[in-house]
């Protein structure tokens, strides 16, 4: 099993060049980061997790610019985002970055992709919250169009692209329909999550892992009935707090690689954490 990290790496937390020098030195297998542009103070939407939201929300890094310093220190070590807000972002330019961060790390990129969780941030970048699963769906068609080996038009509910020249082109071949980098979507689990998975995606990202055992086999189906190949379905539990008995429980499952939470705190502290999952790599 494949142990990466993900981390809310901040202005006052461990640097990505320190961190991503040591986890490839240690053994992981990828560096996965959140992205949060910013953290209305008017605030209604309540914490998922409960109680008050953690400081780091509103002091995260770039994902795309800290990545691009990881890459250029490491070799082997995956770079993925954990996760991506697409509703967020110009799908053009976007498409771009992340084109040019496969290119650059040849081939390591994943991109983890999502749809938010915070509705006034999401409203600051002109988000409608009733539609935004369909437009993160009709974005990423539009990147994978972008994407493409030959030039490909798009045109969708919210926006489209004429044919044209886009390049780099990322590493990773197309998989039957879904073109671009491994693409992972996260969210809880239910029947539209999973259509969309089926339709435009590479696997999931759930977040915790819980519930995996009633969640696997209704996502399996879905996969079955898009008519996609069940050994390419991937599922990738992401922020875990790690214990033998739950990675031999992912295992048993099989899942082939599971993302360890890291605290968002400075050198030390992170650098004895890493210490600490060292008997899981």
Do not use: C
């Amino acid at each position: 099993m494949r142990i990466a990290v993900t981390i809310f790496l901040t202005d006052e937390t461990i640097a990505p060049v320190r961190l991503a020098r040591e986890l490839e030195q240690r053994g992981y297998a990828g560096l996965y980061l959140p992205e949060h542009t910013h953290i209305p103070v008017e605030r209604t939407t309540p914490y998922p997790a409960g109680g008050d939201l953690p400081r780091e929300y509103g002091r995260t890094l770039d994902p795309f610019v800290a990545l691009g310093q990881a890459a250029a220190v490491t070799g082997r070590l995956g770079l993925g985002t954990g996760v991506t807000l697409v509703a967020q972002h110009d799908p053009i330019a976007l498409a771009k970055q992340i084109a040019t961060l496969d290119h650059l790390s040849d081939g390591r990129f994943t991109l983890g992709l999502g749809y938010g969780w915070n509705v006034e941030e999401a409203a600051d970048h002109g988000v409608d919250w009733r539609t935004r699963r369909e437009l993160v769906r009709d974005r990423v068609r539009l990147m994978q169009a972008l994407w493409s080996a030959e030039p490909t038009s798009y045109a969708g509910e919210f926006g489209g692209v004429r044919a044209g020249h886009a390049h780099p082109k990322p590493v990773q071949k197309p998989r039957g329909r879904v073109v671009g980098p491994r693409t992972l979507v996260g969210g809880a689990a239910g029947p539209k999550l999973f259509a969309h998975i089926a339709e435009y995606a590479d696997g999931w990202l759930p977040i915790g892992g819980r519930g995996l055992s009633e969640s696997l086999p209704v996502l399996r189906s879905a996969w079955a009935d898009a008519g996609r190949d069940p050994a390419a379905l991937q599922v990738v539990p992401y922020a875990v707090l790690p214990a033998p008995g739950k990675l031999a429980h992912y295992a048993e499952l099989g899942i082939e690689e599971v993302v360890l939470q890291l605290p968002s705190a400075g050198e030390a502290e992170v650098l004895g954490v890493l210490d600490a999952y060292a008997e899981y790599v």
